[in-house]
């Protein structure tokens, strides 16, 4: 008898819990649609939010170049800043946010490669970075490229910077790799590691936040070309509008006080705002 | 077996590039997928012998007479078994290796990270060994360890010839449970940049932006090694369980 009393109950907690978790995702997939591409309302655009600099969540709201320019583009195309509905995009997960429609466009430290543009199509590119390393201040070791060969390096699993450096850039040095950049940070800091090498625009955004400033500075390699441009769904006719908007922000030198407002305080010699279609291999 | 799986799916992909379905075909290949489940199989072995060691002491601790290693064995079972590995693993990079400076004799990022992985999974899986095996120490009847009391055995000797040999018996397959689920637990080393399977796999996400495809080639890969484990240890534990 008390053994019934118990599967009872089990099997309620069981029912109950089963129509939880039916109903939360319910909730979830009828927000996107209301959210999604179709709504005339808001705009959902993808970015990072753990990249300072270039796109990063903070008790205040969103802030880096990614975000300004996506908030540019989408003014452009009618949608003033409370319409715009931002949403994490992970490296993993862009061209399938884009496929599904989860996300109107993407603008998230974005490198456009032809594996890429296979699956999604392109706007811009909006940026030109490269890849390069940041070293501690008082560091004097590290004048070229060829210098890091006898180096402890540190970048982010399974990233095209890694991945780099094992292949091409430094295949001698000894390479850390760590989920995240912050966690290669305090390597350096310590001494454990003697630089973080990934995009120099990612770089710049850590160098110039407030509790690294003067601690760092960048190699100022060109290492690789990293092309950003703004993702959107294949065949999207957003693609063309995104276009006009990028030459627009070039033009009215909105572009140029978005970069120095977010990677100015950390010395970063930025590129010249790319030619839309420009891709430099 | 993996590489009719990509082709065929590329057939069925819309050849909007050209150079697209060369990449799809060559997405396998140009990957060396068999050193890394190698690592992945190393990692495992290695931390499978050693949780079995540890987990083995932290049992007779448990069970001994000492209460001091009574104590000692339920508060390492519990706080090791309590904590996210990932934390564990972290830990032994971030502050064993970097901060305290502890390299485990190796020199390279390589090595050390390896090394690293393997004590961070041998000091979590051995609580779960620890546990599955004081199970077994229980189905063990009492009047075996009383009996061996009687004939003037001491407890190294009673647990050492008389019970733990009839525990392990008993509990092969709840071994086999932890073994594959440390299998699985193995790809937790690629947040310290341990090169096995799930560094590769992402890094061919970051390369290929083939997500479904790639998770599902390296889930064949690790069923490849634990449907095994599984079905050989199952048939072991009934071939030595202890009729009762």
Partial sequence: MK????????????ALALTATACGSDDKDSD?????????????????????????????????????????????????????????AKSADRETMLQRGD?????????????????????GPYLLAHQDVLIRAD???????????????CSVVGSTSAQNVKEKLAPKAQLQEYPTYSACLTGVQNKAIDALTTDDSIL????????FKGKFKLGGFKMTNENYGIGVKNGSDLKAKI???LEKMVSDKSWEKAVEANFGPANYKYEPAPKIGNIVK | ???????????????????????????????????????????????????????????????????????????????????PLTVIILFASLGLNQTLGISLGANTFETINFRLAVLGFVAYTSAFVCEALRSGINTVPVGQAEAARAIGLNFTQVLTLIVLPQAFRSVVGPLANVLIALTKNTTVAAAIGVGEAALLM???????AQLLLIAAVFAVGFMCLTLPTGLILGWVSKKVAVKR
Avoid at chain 1, 3 to 10: N, Q
Avoid at chain 1, 35 to 62: N, S
Avoid at chain 2, 70 to 77: D, I, L, P, W
Avoid at chain 2, 202 to 208: G, L, Q, R, Y
Wanted: charged fraction near 25%.
């Fill in chain 1, 3 to 14: 053994l019934r009393k118990v599967t009872a109950a089990s099997a309620a907690v069981l």
């Fill in chain 1, 32 to 88: 996107s649609a209301d959210t999604g591409a179709g709504g005339d309302k808001k705009i959902t655009i993808g970015i990072k939010f753990d990249q300072p600099g270039v796109g990063q969540k903070t008790p205040q709201g969103y802030e880096g170049f990614d975000v300004d320019v996506a908030t540019y583009v989408a003014k452009e195309l009618g949608y003033s800043e409370d319409q715009i509905q931002w949403k994490e």
């Fill in chain 1, 103 to 123: 996300v109107d466009f993407i603008a998230a430290s974005y490198s456009i490669t032809d594996e890429r543009d296979a699956k999604v199509d392109f706007a």
């Fill in chain 1, 139 to 153: 560091d004097n070791s590290i004048k070229t490229p060829e210098d890091l060969n006898d180096k402890k390096l």
């Fill in chain 1, 204 to 211: 710049a955004g850590y160098a110039a936040q407030d509790s």
């Fill in chain 1, 243 to 245: 276009n006009t908007a």
């Fill in chain 2, 1 to 83: 077996m993996r590489r009719p799986r990509g082709r065929r799916t590329c057939s069925k992909e819309p050849s909007t590039h050209a150079e697209a379905r060369e990449i799809v075909f060559d997405f396998l290949e140009g990957y060396n997928l068999w050193e890394a489940f190698w690592t992945t199989v190393q990692l495992t072995v290695l931390s499978a012998v050693g949780s079995l060691i540890w987990g083995t002491l932290l049992a007779a601790m448990r069970v001994g007479p000492v209460p001091l290693m009574r104590g000692f064995g339920t508060a390492y079972v519990n706080i090791v078994r309590n904590i």
């Fill in chain 2, 202 to 208: 992402k890094e061919m996400i970051e390369n290929e």
